[in-house]
């Protein structure tokens, strides 16, 4: 072919294959890795996170209002807790519709925007697919209590009480506990049964041995996929089976803070039955393009159990690992067996990481000594975001924001709070609104907000720390910038170095072009420490830091001091 030609083929191609085959090459057959390997994903509690209308309550207009900031922040994916219609008993996740937006936070027109806006940005959206359970309000539910016979009655868990007589619902089918305390049965007058709810007792649980729940849920996958969302995170996963022979759960020592025994929830969770459902709900996402993505909350006991949620590759893409994120003290040993354990999982899968939810004290609370609570949010911004998998943060957890839990019964909005007040003062501690300014109300609202505002939001706040190069949100961008520019942190594998030090945690990440050293003191003592780099197969001959905090005193190619809590991020050359 004449160059003349080739040139005229070459413009009018319509393939990047045909374009590569006249220019006598090959075209790559790699398939490239999925958006989730290599995102960040951001959790929104969206009635704290931005109100537009100043009413108190976070909406989806607040949130697509700062879209630039997360961007700019540098999120790949926001997972939304549930926008659902809902009587607001569990703050969301008692939902009364599937596939409908609760007014207090918009409309259906609103929820297409923020996709639309989002995708502009390179932001995906994660809706929370609340499986285990509806509200007590959901047609479905209203319909199954209506009478034994009514077609929805299997649709849930019904059961005839022990020694029941016409005047007396008897005592619950057994001894199993709700997660919010107390006996997880309660007697419905209308049909004279039981219904079980592993959560509040507005919380019913579903019956998925029943395949018409299987199909319904089905059908809010595919609702929300057509909505243009680019998966799920599937709350409360464990909980979707329940022993069928109904036996008593045993008994552990002691009493919980609602005043109940201890109990194991051996018949209740992880029964085998919830693979089969995560399968099937794999299946009903990947008709879609994009890659979608599921998350789940799967609190499982230990990497084994975590390891089965991947199933053989066609079940969960990342499974949430709380026991990470449960480790709750600054213990190098125990950071190291457990990423050890992760990255080694029988599965192979992606590890997902966090620090912070909105079930559980903000991190700077639960890992700050209360002297270096900031360089300690760095030390664990770095252990976050240098590690292999996908992490996932915490609406404010970039701003150092903190715990508070109200000082009054009257001030509680949560009803474990009110349940088990005082030594329970349930959530609303750590889901209190973002501190976006030093304003009245942080900037979050020009209302009342609907939970209070802590006093140090005057000095954590995003206005403040954009105009402090060391404040801990210019950490948290330091890093997620680095994320994608470091092919080792990006792509590379992890190994472990230093593995008998106490107090030092110390990493490898490695790529095919790239070395990338992390070391965390987790001690409130300098520590000067020789970095093992040869057992990881790394040569080089010099230390090129990327991030310090503080910084960092170098003694030559792999030896290095770091102040109490420092953490070090650098590329070895």
């Known amino acids: ?18 374009c590569l085959q006249i220019a006598g090459q090959q075209p790559s057959t790699a398939k490239p890795d999925p958006w989730w390997r290599h995102a960040v994903i951001y959790e929104i509690y969206p009635q704290s996170f931005r109100d537009s209308d100043g009413d108190g309550v976070g909406d989806l207009k607040g949130i697509t209002s700062r879209l630039d900031y997360l961007k ?114 309660q007697w419905d007058e209308t049909t004279r049964q039981y219904y079980y709810h592993y959560f509040y007792v507005q919380q019913p649980d579903l019956n998925w041995r029943n395949p018409e729940v299987h199909k319904a849920m089905d059908g809010v996958l595919d609702f929300w996929m057509q909505k243009g969302v680019a ?38 969770d992880d029964l085998p039955q919830v693979h089969v459902v995560l399968k099937e709900v794999r299946r009903v996402v990947d008709k879609y393009p994009g890659d979608p993505v599921l998350v789940t909350e799967a609190d499982e006991p230990n990497i084994e159990a975590l390891a089965r949620m991947y199933g053989d590759g066609d079940e969960v893409q990342l499974p949430m690992d709380f026991q990470i994120a449960d480790v709750n003290q600054l213990n190098a040993p125990k950071f ?63 701003l150092g924001m903190r715990t508070t839990d109200p000082t009054r019964i009257e001030d509680v909005h949560d009803p474990i709070g009110r349940l088990g007040w005082p030594k329970e ?21 020009t209302g009342t ?16 720390e954009a105009k402090d190069k060391d404040s801990i949100l210019n950490c948290y961008k330091h890093l997620l910038a680095l994320r994608k520019s470091e092919s080792a942190l990006r792509d590379g594998d992890q190994v472990s170095i230093n593995n008998d030090d106490s107090e030092v945690f110390a990493f490898v990440r490695k790529s095919s072009d790239e070395t990338v050293v992390v070391a965390l003191n987790m001690s409130a003592k300098a520590r000067s420490i020789q970095l093992d780099l040869k057992t990881a197969g790394v040569r080089g001959s010099q230390l090129v830091p990327l991030y310090s905090a503080p910084k960092f005193t170098a003694e030559g190619s792999d030896r290095v001091t770091l ?9 070895f050359e």
């Open 231 to 268: 998966g799920f995170r599937i709350d409360a996963v464990s909980r979707l089976f329940e022993d069928p022979q109904m036996r008593d759960d045993p008994y552990l020592p002691g009493y919980n803070v609602y005043g109940d025994r201890n109990i194991k929830h051996l018949y209740t």
């Open 425 to 445: 003062k349930g959530r609303d501690g750590e889901r209190t609104p973002m501190q976006w300014d030093g304003a009245s109300n942080a900037g979050f609202t």
């Open 449 to 464: 907000p609907w939970l209070k505002v802590p006093p140090s939001a005057r000095q954590y706040n995003v206005e403040a």
């Open 1 to 18: 072919m004449k160059a003349t030609a080739v040139a005229a083929a070459l413009t009018a191609c319509v393939s990047i294959s045909l």
């Open 72 to 185: 700019d922040l540098g999120i790949d994916a926001i997972w939304i807790t549930p926008i659902y219609p809902s009587p607001g008993v569990d703050n969301g996740y008692d939902i009364a519709d599937y596939t409908a937006i609760d007014p207090k936070y918009g409309t259906m027109a609103d929820f297409e925007v923020l996709v639309t806006e989002a995708k502009k940005r390179g932001i995906r959206i994660l809706m929370d697919y609340v499986i285990n359970h509806t509200s007590d309000q959901h047609p479905w539910f209203r319909e199954s209590r209506s009478s034994r016979d009514n077609p929805k009655r299997d649709w849930y868990v019904w059961r005839d009480g022990k020694n029941e007589t016409s005047t007396s619902p008897g005592q619950p089918p057994n001894n199993w506990q709700s997660w919010f305390g107390h006996s997880a049965w």
């Open 336 to 398: 190291r067996r457990l990423f050890n354990e992760v990255e080694n999982n029988s599965a192979h899968g992606q590890p997902e990481y966090f620090f912070s939810n909105h079930d559980q004290p903000r991190q700077r609370d639960r890992y700050g000594d209360g002297r270096h609570n900031d360089q300690i949010a760095r030390l664990m911004a770095v252990l976050e975001l240098t590690t292999r998998g996908t992490p996932q943060m915490y609406y404010g957890e970039e």
């Open 563 to 571: 102040a109490p809590f420092g953490a070090l991020v650098a590329r």
